[in-house]
């Protein structure tokens, strides 16, 4: 159960001020709740379980050494990114990959799977889609609450922007969101390292 909470605090943390409650947002004048949050769970479980499935068939792997070396990658990827995303503008980012969402958006497609062909292409390479991979080295006979945890960490920080989304907008800007994501990388890295070593 460590696995599903971690999972889910990571995912749900990183995704607050994110660009995917931008675009859940963006559908929640016109499309019903429950629809756009059964695509977000179904782009969640595409994104995030080819991640997690991924990270687990690594971390099975028998040899302890290659598994030392695989988890210490992983967390020291996790203080990186924490730290350059810290420092760097994601304005960039969001805008390359918002360009992406809205020619999607922009299809005459059903909403359930245009949101999660969204939430499925928007995450690939993303650093939660990264972080979902180290979680399934470092967790890999936990795949089914990591996958888990997961999507309820996307659908709880989505239904936030749907049903605050325009609150937090004027309370939280996106810098402050993007700041508290990076120092949990960052935390995550360091406890993960210091378990690992001590």
């Known amino acids: 159960m460590i696995a599903f909470f971690v999972a889910f605090l990571l995912v749900f943390l990183s995704e607050l ?15 019903k709740s429950v629809w756009i949050l059964l695509g977000v769970c179904l782009g969640s479980f595409l994104s995030h379980g ?7 068939s690594i971390g099975l792997l028998e040899n302890a050494i290659f598994h030392f070396y695989l988890e210490l ?14 420092f760097s503008s994601s304005e960039e980012e969001n805008n390359k990959k918002g360009s992406l969402l809205q020619k999607l958006a922009s299809l005459n497609l059903g909403y359930v799977f245009m949101i999660a062909a969204s939430i499925a292409i928007g995450e690939f390479g993303d650093k939660t889609f990264l ?3 180290g979680l399934g080295i470092s967790y890999p ?7 888990a945890g997961a999507i309820l960490g996307m659908v709880v920080s989505d239904s936030i922007a749907i049903l605050l989304g325009k609150f937090l907008s ?15 990388f ?13």
């Open 17 to 31: 001020g994110d660009k995917t409650q931008l675009l859940v947002l963006s559908f929640s004048s016109k499309v």
């Open 170 to 184: 004027h309370k939280v800007s996106e810098a402050t969101m993007q700041k508290i994501s990076s120092l949990l």
């Open 186 to 198: 960052i935390l995550f890295g360091i406890v993960g390292l210091i378990f690992l070593f001590f």
């Open 73 to 86: 990658f992983t967390y020291f990827s996790f203080l990186l990114f924490g730290i350059f995303s810290l």
């Open 141 to 147: 006979h936990e795949k089914i609450f990591l996958i």
């Open 131 to 133: 972080a979902s991979i």
């Open 50 to 56: 080819i991640a997690i499935l991924f990270g687990s």
